[in-house]
């Protein structure tokens, strides 16, 4: 199974963007994830599309962006201009979910539907034809550095369960608590992509740290 890293820029020094994306990606970064909150729908403010620009001309590396946002179609054309790759969004932030998941898609980006610990499958199984990606939050969002709910890992099997039910095999992507020491057990879970903050940025050396997760992912023999 493919596995992808995609560091969290919530954790970035925002003052060595530029140098600490590079470093990112010299340790094999597949994607950067981009954490849009508006104080509203999680208590915490974070970035927009002035950070998805920024990283537009630094990296070339996909853009997977999480909105945290009440009303997150609003954001729908803008970000699919600015060149967001994936656009992932609460099924609780809007009314009508499966015409936000088709819109995004019309758009030219992957359309995800992200799933808090207390989500439950059903919101799910309703749209399942319409997702490209499945995003876990594995902490309460809103703030990084959290630890790593294990109550995730069992809903993270039924979401692969339900999925494989239908015949879907989309991204499933898990955020939230991710380091060496959590990343082979969500993993095991059923997991392909994993976003990491503190364990990425947070390091002395931001480069070993992707290829350690991605070193730590791999089942051993």
């Known amino acids: 199974m493919t596995i992808r890293i ?34 509203n729908f999680v208590p915490n403010i974070s970035f927009g599309a002035p ?31 600015l060149g967001a790759s994936v ?14 998941l088709a819109a995004v898609r019309e758009h030219g980006m992957k359309a995800g539907l992200v799933l808090n610990p207390g989500t439950p499958l059903s919101l799910l199984e309703e749209v399942v034809d319409d997702v490209d990606l499945v995003l876990l939050m594995t902490v ?10 294990p109550a995730s890992s069992r809903k993270l099997e039924r979401i692969c369960a339900l999925l494989a039910s239908y015949g879907r095999h989309p991204v499933v ?15 095991r879970a059923g997991a392909d992509t994993f976003v990491a903050g503190t364990a ?14 991605r070193r730590a992912a791999l089942p051993r023999a």
């Open 140 to 149: 309460n969002p809103g703030f990084g550095g959290q630890g790593y709910l």
């Open 173 to 187: 992507e898990v955020d939230g608590g991710i380091t060496t020491d959590t990343i082979a057990t969500a993993y």
């Open 6 to 39: 995609a560091p969290s820029v919530l954790s970035t020094d925002l003052g060595r963007l530029r140098e600490q994306v590079a470093e990112a990606e010299a340790g094999g970064a597949d994607w950067l994830h981009v954490d849009v909150m508006d104080g």
């Open 200 to 213: 990425v940025f947070g390091q002395p050396d931001i480069a070993d740290a992707v290829r350690a997760l």
């Open 87 to 100: 656009f992932s969004f609460h099924p609780e932030a809007t009314i009508h979910v499966q015409r936000q």
């Open 51 to 81: 950070m998805i620009r920024a990283l537009k001309k630094i990296s070339a590396l996909p853009l997977d962006v999480h909105l945290m946002v009440q009303r997150p179609e609003q954001y729908i054309a803008e970000y699919a201009a």
